[in-house]
Structure formats: structure tokens, C-alpha cells
């Protein structure tokens, strides 16, 4: 990719960003579990952050979708994985579809606010019992008069504790699983809705996830994001959205992984000699080096190609997989090369592996993955009927 004077100064306002308003926190969020989202998103839409590929008659830049991988890249700098999540559930995977299939109305409601950083969103695709495999979810939306009546559950729903909204997934008739499904705006004040106490999760501390449940929550049809039936071709090209982010922002995490390990082994005294002088700690840390940057020339060429109207779901599927599987091995080797330090709770690399190991279960885990890539590849073996 040939990056612009644009692309910079993107580059340039995220970095100080995340250097000034994000890292002096991360332990206190961390610990928390929690940050201060509404006052942080509402500086992002003040920036313009929120709404960089977004039109500009909702308050968007109106850019290509190669200058939000360049701001996702650098969020992933910050000291912590929960944050750049966050943001990402507002940018990359509750408002794709909404920017690009909403009606005007819809859009003014909710597309507006949420690029100002004045309504914060959440995506409500999984459940208990469907989490990869979208096309099972169990969630219905019935219509009764000029309404839907929403019931069900989601699962594993970031930002929802401090969501305005949620952009839901679910079965609006009878139809195959492939066609039968919609996605809705639906405010979360809305009599119904229930938000249960926030998930304890392995790791992305400071972002706030839960379940959602929806006990006859009545929504207006105009509140559907394009035609009736259309949700699962939807959300599958806001998959692709996701994915990329992804795997654009864990390469600077990464990257401090290796950066913060090589400090530590320079500085640590093992038999007479710095650590970094053993030939297995820095020919490894190399490979690893060489690895994420294959990695960002993977997420580089499919931006390049979605910003083309090209069709990327192999290249943004193979990014995905690569980022989650590479994640745990740059975060495990570099673990290990601390001793002791690394096993502390507190340590960077310790976070960073415990942040990491979302990539390859969230947005489609790795298999899921795998099985995409083979299709793609004239490999899959058919369903037996």
C-alpha cells in the first residue's frame, strides 16, 4: 500500500492519542474492568476517529477503508487489548451495515451519533448455543402490526453494559437459515431488554462484555437495516470488516511484545552475558519479527483489494487465522524468554497473551477459518444429504 499525506496524519492523531488519553491508564482500567467509554468515545468523535470510512453526510470522513486500518494499527499500541476492542465493536462491526444499507432516518438516528461519539453501539450476533456458526442463532423477531416482538438471548456482547443500542441479528421468518434472518437497530432502554452483571473474561479486562436478553422487546420495522431477509448476507460483509481490523490491530501489540523482550533479555544477566546474546533468544526473536510483518503485507493486500471492490473474504480469512495462531505464538515464545517475570499477572507479555487469545475464537474462530479458506479452495467435502 502507498500511503498518503492523509494516511500520516491519521496515523499521526491515533498514536498521540493512545500515547496521551489510553496507555497512563491501562493498569487502572485494567483492574477496574472497566473505562471511562462514554467520555473517551466522545473525544474520538470530536477527532473525527469514529467515522473515518463512514459518509460524510452523517458526520464521516468519507476516506477509504485503508486510512481505518491504519488507524486500527495503531490502536493496537496500547498497553492493553480491551480498549482498541471497544473501539473497534463501534467502527469496524456494528455500524458497517448501518453506514451502508440503513435507510436516511435510521442512519440520522444512530449512524450520526455514533461517529460524533455521542451513542455507543454493540453487535449482537452470537448466543449460548451459536456462537461460530451464525446461521443457528435462535433469536426471532416476529411481526405484529408495524412491529417486530423481539425474543432471545446474546452472548459475549462487548460495550452492552454501556451500549445505546445494539445492532441485532435475528430470525424475522420461517425461510432457510441463510435467508430468513435480519439485522435491527434497537435502542437498549427499550422496555424488555436486560442486561446480565458483566462476563469475568480471561483477558480484554477493561472492556465490558455480558449477555443481553430480549423478553417481548417491540422495535418499529423502519428500525430493520435494509430488506427483510437480507441480515446474514449483511453481517457476513461485516465479518470481513471485523476480520481485517482484527488482524491490523494486534500488529503493533505484537510488535511490542518482541520490542519489550528484547529490552528485557538485554538488560537480564544469565552466565556472564545479557540474555539477547544467546543465539536461540535472537535468531527467534527475528523469525518472529519477519513473521508480523508477513502478517501486515497479508492485511495490506486485502485492504488494498476490498478498497477495489474486490471480493477479499480468502485474504481476510487467512489474515484472521494468521493473527490469532501468530498472536499466541509471539506472545508464548516471548513469555518464555522472561523466566519467572513473564508469569506474573502484571507483566506486558502476560496481558498481551492473555489479550490475544480472543483473535482466534471472536468473528469466527479459527476453524471456522479453515473451513472458509478450504471452500474457497475446492476442497471442502459437501454435506452428505
Known sequence: MIFTQEHNEIRRTVKNFVENEINPYCDEWEKAGEFPMKEMFKKLGDLGLLGISKPTEYGGMGLDY?????????????????????????????????????????????LAQSISGDMIGCIGVSEPSAGSDVAAIKTTAKKDG????????????????????????????????????????????????????????????SSETAQVFFDNVRIPQRYRIGAEGSGFMMQMLQFQEERLF???????????????????????????????????????????????????????????????????????????LKAGRLGREVADSCLQYWGGM???????????????????????????MLG????????????KK
Open 66 to 110: 485503508s486510512y481505518n486500518i491504519v488507524a486500527a494499527e495503531e490502536f493496537g499500541a496500547a498497553h492493553c487489548g480491551g480498549v482498541p476492542l471497544a473501539i473497534g465493536v463501534q467502527t469496524d462491526m456494528c455500524t458497517p451495515a448501518l453506514a451502508r444499507f440503513g435507510s436516511n432516518e435510521l442512519r440520522e438516528e444512530f
Open 246 to 320: 482484527g488482524a491490523a490491530n494486534i500488529l503493533k501489540g505484537l510488535e511490542q511484545c518482541v520490542d519489550q523482550t528484547i529490552d528485557y533479555c538485554r538488560e537480564r544477566q544469565t552466565f556472564g552475558q545479557p540474555l539477547l546474546d544467546n543465539q536461540v533468544i535472537h535468531f527467534r526473536l527475528a523469525e518472529l519479527q519477519t513473521e508480523i510483518e508477513a502478517l501486515r503485507c497479508m492485511v495490506y493486500q486485502g485492504v488494498e483489494g476490498y478498497i477495489n471492490k474486490k471480493d477479499v473474504t480468502m485474504l481476510a480469512s487467512m489474515a484472521k
Open 342 to 368: 513473564g508469569y506474573m499477572w502484571e507483566n506486558p507479555v502476560s496481558r498481551a497473551m492473555r489479550d490475544i487469545r480472543l483473535v482466534s475464537i471472536g468473528g469466527g474462530a479459527d476453524e471456522i
Open 372 to 383: 472458509i479458506i478450504c471452500k474457497l479452495m475446492g476442497t471442502l467435502p459437501k454435506k
Open 146 to 205: 408495524d412491529d417486530y416482538v423481539i425474543n432471545g438471548t446474546k452472548m459475549w456482547i462487548t460495550n452492552s453494559p454501556k451500549a445505546d443500542y445494539i445492532c441485532l441479528l435475528a430470525n424475522t421468518s420461517d425461510d432457510k437459515v441463510h435467508l430468513n434472518k435480519s439485522l435491527i437497530v434497537v435502542p437498549m432502554n427499550t422496555p424488555g431488554i436486560e442486561v446480565a452483571p458483566r462476563l469475568n473474561k480471561l483477558g480484554m479486562r
